[in-house]
């Protein structure tokens, strides 16, 4: 069992930036693939970010490419999403999740635990 909480969320102009946590509580975190995905009112969950169980595998959809950075520290049980140069189509509530399979990690149906969310608000 994993519990994931994200933070650091919030309202920001456009082209600023934001920094979310997602701290995990658990012994098993580095045996997780972590994913970042987001769902903005009315649209379906999309995925923005995975990174492998040591950090050495990243992976972006193209919307974000350049402008986010995932990261993890296993030391901490946290991952990070590090978001530069922001646009108003940004602005969703962001879910990070965990699985045990690197394949299909793009795809929400392969994660087992999900954080609760948080908000980020992209201003024109």
């Known amino acids: 069992q994993v519990q994931l909480v994200e933070s650091g969320g919030g309202l920001v102009q456009a082209g600023g930036s934001l920094r979310l946590s997602c701290a995990a509580c658990g012994r098993t975190f580095s045996s997780y693939v972590m994913g970042w995905f987001r769902q903005a009112p009315g649209k379906a969950r999309e995925f923005v970010a995975f990174?492998?169980?040591?950090?050495?595998?990243?992976f972006y959809a193209d919307s974000v490419k350049g402008r986010f950075t995932i990261s993890r520290d296993n030391a901490k049980n946290t991952v990070y999403l590090q978001m530069n140069s922001l646009k108003p189509e940004d602005t969703a509530v962001y879910f990070c999740?965990?699985?045990?399979?690197?394949?299909?990690?793009?795809?929400?149906?392969?994660?087992?635990?999900w954080g609760q969310g948080t908000q980020v608000t992209v201003s024109s």
């Open positions: 990174i492998s169980q040591s950090g050495g595998i990243t």
């Open positions: 999740a965990a699985s045990r399979r690197l394949t299909e990690a793009t795809i929400a149906g392969s994660y087992d635990y």
